[in-house]
């Protein structure tokens, strides 16, 4: 089901609210996919999908909210991301330590909706490539799901002063879920300082298990405040 992008913002803001008021620093951006992608696999069931993410800022440390249209056969028909974290820098790296509750609202009864994730980034420029490595880890996913593993790495190059040009691969590992690697590439477009646009293609190599895992060309336009 579509929503408006004002309920997103309403959203995001709204459960950001408690914590901004001690803020050093506070973002918002909102905008709208042409479907919502997440671990590599389709989770808005093709369909146009707004989005809002806010973020407080204390330090080295941050808390955000992220919303986003969804779908699936279990039934929700949202995604709602909220996270603490860290963001040190040593030895050269710049490092991403959080700790997030993921929410997918609308989720038939009985389904594990509610789940914990741990995600620690790693970042190095090497040369004319941003890198970036990601390990996430939940204890008890989403619905049957137990223990799940996501493991990526991405790399980013600048080929104009507006445009960059990134591809990533990553491996799924689940005890109750579906095991799987997955890949996308693509490029983005600052059209000014607030407005970006990005084209992607995401794949995997499990298309048996379904249309979520198959490969999808998504264009996503968002706007920073």
Request: hydrophobic share 45%; no cysteine; charged share 20%.
């Amino acid at each position: 089901m579509f929503r408006s992008s004002a309920f997103f913002v309403v959203a995001a803001v709204g459960l950001a609210a408690p914590i901004t008021s001690q803020a050093q620093s506070f973002g918002l951006d909102v905008g709208v996919a042409s479907q919502y992608v997440g671990k590599g696999l389709g989770k808005s069931n093709q369909d146009v999908a707004p989005f809002a993410k806010a973020e407080a800022g204390f330090g080295e440390g941050y808390a955000s909210v992220f919303v986003s249209d969804a779908a699936g056969s279990q039934g929700y028909d949202m995604e709602i991301v909220s996270m603490v974290g860290w963001r040190p820098k040593a030895g050269g790296f710049t490092f991403d330590l959080g700790v997030m509750n993921r929410d997918l609202p609308g989720s038939r009864a009985g389904v594990d909706k509610n789940y914990w994730e741990y995600q620690a980034d790693a970042s190095r420029k090497l040369g004319p490539v941003a890198t970036r490595l990601r390990v996430n880890y939940s204890p008890d996913g989403f619905a049957a799901t137990k223990e799940a593993w996501w493991l990526e790495l991405q790399g980013t190059v600048a080929v104009a002063a507006k445009t960059k040009v990134s591809a990533a691969v990553a491996n799924r590992m689940a005890d109750g879920g579906v095991d799987y690697n997955a890949w996308n590439v693509g490029a983005k477009q600052k059209l000014t300082d607030a407005l970006a646009f990005d084209l992607r293609w995401y794949d995997t190599d499990r298309h048996s298990a379904g249309e979520p895992y198959e490969g999808r060309l998504v264009a996503a336009a968002t706007y920073s405040f």
